[in-house]
């Protein structure tokens, strides 16, 4: 049975060039609250485990703001990168968070406290970062083409070995939730499939590399379920793949490039955002669009949590 995407608890959120974040009604792509993040137009937006706060990734401030209240402006702001932040996150239980910068800095934040408590040096632009699985590891893809491992245990950066790294930069990476998998993607247009393995030391073992798009891939996800993998790119499409690398489905419907992406819970679903200022939620198996959400500028992250207690959901068919 498939799960309804479209009931008033879920989290649905574009931000855009306009500075602006605005969260949707589901069902009816209507607004129903914005918010003003004036210093930067947002480079990420991740909504918290307990989903009280989104926080965004800006340049250079990390700045959260509540989803349940009518307050327009952060409920709390984090410094201490001197450029751009590209990539936060948190770890499993959201008691701290971790971002990396075009500063070549990765830090580590108590969100019970102020500053980073933590910071790495990593000797190249940090494009992407993402906290391994088993909480003692985060993985980083960097503008200098290489792979950086942060042992978080021992407190160290070391590159991981890695037969197939080039100079390209890597634009985005993430991890299978058995974190088993890892995908990365380049401004060339290619895609890496590859398996982590920990036997003296952790390493990367790419067994799959494709021409996924002719042109900059600006975003790659892994899917909840760990099957898939959706690619966006600049040539105004998504693509969803399998963990082979075979091509399962190429969503159409943009018109400028695709910036972001983010799966629902279940997998079935999937939102795009673009710089010809849409959103767009899909049905991947139909390679649908369900709704269009008009930002009214170009969007430059988007986000969606649908996680919502089992007995509230219906068949999708209902809707």
């Not at 609250?33 to 401030?61: F, M, W, Y």
């Not at 509540?66 to 307050?71: Q, S, W």
Request: some cysteine; overall charge negative.
């Amino acid at each position: 049975q498939r799960k309804n995407i479209m009931l008033s608890g879920v989290l649905l959120i574009t931000a855009g060039y306009d500075n602006k974040l605005y969260f949707w009604k589901p069902d009816s792509a209507t607004t129903f609250r914005n918010c003003i993040h004036n210093e930067s137009q947002p480079n990420q937006l991740v909504i918290t485990k307990d989903r009280n706060q989104v926080a965004v990734a800006g340049n250079p401030k990390i700045n959260f703001f509540d989803t349940d209240t009518r307050t327009r402006n952060p409920v709390a702001t984090y410094q201490g990168h001197s450029s751009s932040v590209n990539e936060i996150g948190f770890n499993i239980d959201g008691r701290w968070m971790y971002s990396g910068s075009t500063d070549k800095t990765v830090k580590i934040w108590d969100l019970s406290d102020s500053g980073a408590q933590l910071e790495y040096k990593c000797n190249a632009e940090i494009n992407t970062i993402q906290l391994h699985p088993n909480q003692a590891e985060m993985i980083c893809g960097c503008e200098d083409g290489k792979i950086r491992l942060i042992d978080l245990v021992n407190n160290n950066v070391c590159l991981m070995e890695d037969i197939a790294s080039d100079p390209v930069p890597i634009q985005s990476l993430t991890i299978s939730p058995d974190g088993r998998s890892v995908a990365t993607v380049n401004y060339d247009g290619v895609l890496r499939i590859g398996e982590i393995t920990d036997n003296d030391s952790y390493s990367l073992n790419f067994h799959t590399s494709i021409v996924a798009h002719d042109t900059f891939i600006t975003k790659c996800v892994i899917s909840n379920d760990g099957q898939k993998i959706a690619t966006s790119s600049a040539d105004e499409t998504t693509k969803i793949w399998n963990l082979d690398g075979e091509l399962i489905k190429t969503l159409h419907g943009h018109k400028k490039w695709v910036w972001d992406c983010s799966f629902s819970a279940d997998s079935n679903y999937i939102l795009t955002g673009s710089s010809d200022q849409t959103a767009k939620l899909w049905d991947i198996d139909e390679g649908i669009i369900i709704r269009t959400y008009e930002h009214g500028s170009q969007i430059s992250a988007v986000a969606l949590n649908d996680l919502i207690i089992d007995d509230q959901y219906e068949d999708i068919d209902q809707v």
